[in-house]
């Protein structure tokens, strides 16, 4: 695939709705076996949705990356494999009373879930984007 073939694959995924990208995250993460974050010097970013705070989780670097802009300029993207995510982060973002921003873009926040949903779908067979 060429670059530029990967560019616009890119940019048609980010085009999709919240609902289509959710699927895509859930498919993307259980082939690769990962999910990306990104760090800062004081560790995970975070959003505010309303009045909840949020980790926002991507797919690939790649998008997680093409979030580092702005205030968060200074971020670098990191993988988090699902094993990691399933012994220490599910738990630990209930017990700090955190949700998950699914794959958001700049156009929306992503799909808000707590982190025992994002798990129990992490772990269900996903149909195709």
Not at 58 to 63: G, H, K, L, R
Not at 71 to 100: M, N, Q, V, Y
Request: charged fraction near 30%.
């Amino acid at each position: 695939m060429t670059s530029e073939n990967a560019t616009d694959k890119h940019d048609v995924i980010l085009g999709l709705g919240a609902k289509k990208r959710l699927a895509f995250m859930f498919e993307t993460v259980q082939q690769y076996k990962q999910v990306w974050i990104l760090n800062d010097d004081d560790g995970c970013v975070m959003l505010t949705n309303e009045d909840d705070d949020c980790v926002p989780v991507w797919p690939t670097q790649e998008f997680a990356q093409a979030w580092a802009t702005g205030e968060w300029e200074g971020c670098t993207p990191k993988a988090i494999p699902t094993a990691d995510w399933f012994s220490r982060w599910t738990l630990g973002l209930e017990e700090d009373d955190l949700l998950i921003a699914v794959f958001p873009t700049e156009e929306d926040d992503g799909t808000i879930l707590f982190p025992d949903e994002f798990e129990k779908q992490l772990k269900a067979p996903k149909k195709k984007y």
